[in-house]
Nanobody, 132 residues
C-alpha cells in the first residue's frame, strides 16, 4: 500500500505563491511516478503535472506539466524526506481548486500521465484558494 498526505494549501492573493507538499510512504515501486491533479467546483479533475523518478531519485527526474501551468508551476522531490513538492507561482484566480497528489508505478506512457485512472493511490487533497 501507499499513503500520500498533502499539505500547504491555503488562501493566497492573485500573483502570489504557494508550495504544496505530498509526503509519501509505502511501496516505493508503486510511486515511481507522482502526479498532481486539481478539481474546481463543478469541474472535472484536471492534470497539473507529474514527475518520474530517474535512477530511483527525484532529482534529475523528468517532469511534465499541463499547458495551463507551464512556466508557473514546478514539481520537485526530496528522496530523503520522501516528499514531492508543487511550487506554484504567479497564481491566478482560475488556479483555485482542491489539489491532490497521486502515485503510480513507472509503467505508464507519457501520454497516460495526465489520466487520473492511471494512478491507483491518492492523497486526500488540499484546498488552494486564489483571491483577487
Amino acid at each position: 500500500q501507499v499513503q500520500l498526505v498533502e499539505s500547504g494549501g491555503g488562501l493566497v492573493q492573485a500573483g502570489g505563491s504557494l508550495r504544496l507538499s505530498c509526503a509519501a510512504s509505502g511501496r516505493t515501486f508503486s510511486r515511481n511516478v507522482m502526479g498532481w491533479f486539481r478539481q474546481a467546483p463543478g469541474k472535472e479533475r484536471e492534470f497539473v503535472g507529474a514527475i518520474r523518478r530517474s535512477g530511483g531519485m527525484w532529482g534529475g527526474g523528468t517532469t511534465y506539466y499541463a499547458d495551463s501551468v507551464k512556466g508557473r508551476f514546478t514539481i520537485s522531490g526530496d528522496r530523503v524526506k520522501d516528499t514531492v513538492y508543487l511550487q506554484m507561482n504567479t497564481l491566478k484566480l482560475e488556479d483555485t481548486a482542491v489539489y491532490s497528489c497521486a502515485s503510480a508505478s513507472s509503467g505508464m506512457s507519457v501520454a497516460s500521465m495526465s489520466l487520473p485512472t492511471q494512478y491507483p493511490y491518492w492523497g486526500q487533497g488540499t484546498q488552494v484558494t486564489v483571491s483577487s
